[in-house]
């Protein structure tokens, strides 16, 4: 597999990733900061890929520990590179979520973050098959979460970064199990209606659901140059590592 050498966060996270194929970019980085671990906390990361979001995690908060599960060979592979790149604290394993090792099954976790396939089931294939896998969705976003909530603490916090569309099913599925929802927005421009949202909810907990203030990623109304445009809010996340504290925004 032809890789490429990519930055996030400003640098302090280094990716090698499929040249063609599944590639990170900023929802991974999004995800990361919206999950509010503390050192000596251990995170799971479901459908890791190539690593990003666990990575990110780990470069935000020192001291966190993240187990990274990953069902493609070749992305846990790169996974794995990755994260002895980083100087430890990332660990992969290969498996499905569904059916998880019984090393990721034998752990509860304090946190459980994923960004699922955004792609429906019938959705045209990708002519690469890592990049279709990546994208397609084979199990509904509720098994996702089923198998989420099953890997963490009571009172551990379950992230997740979706599409718009999916939020009622995402919604529905942790309705009982887990609570104190948080649902952040992610809009592209001022005024634009939202394409993604990051959702949070704590197991086991009954506090009341809180709809956020949107996350705008773009200054101005329109892209007018061959350089990025985010905002001060999103560039503080993307480049400097800030957090996304949804507790705070709430």
Known sequence: METTEDALLGGRVILRQPRVGYRAATDPVLLAAAVPARAGERALDLGCGVGAAGLCLIARVPGVSVVGLEVQPAYADLARTNGAATGGGFEVMEGDLASPPPEVKAHAFDHVLMNPPF????????????????????????VWIAAGLRRLKPGGRLTVIHRTER????????????????????????????????????????????????????????????RDDFTEAAAAVLRDGAALDLDARA
Request: charged share 25%; net charge positive; glycine share 12%.
């Open 119 to 142: 792609h429906p089931g019938d959705a045209t294939a990708s002519p690469d098959a890592g990049r279709d896998r990546a994208h397609r969705e084979t199990l509904d976003v509720a």
């Open 167 to 226: 939020l009622g099913a995402i919604l529905g599925a942790l309705e009982g199990p887990a609570g104190a929802l948080r649902v952040l927005p992610l809009a592209a421009r001022e005024g634009r209606a939202a394409k993604r949202v990051i959702v949070q909810a704590r197991k086991g907990a009954r506090g009341p659901a809180a709809l956020l203030s949107p996350l705008v990623m773009h200054a101005g109304d329109r892209h007018v140059a061959d």
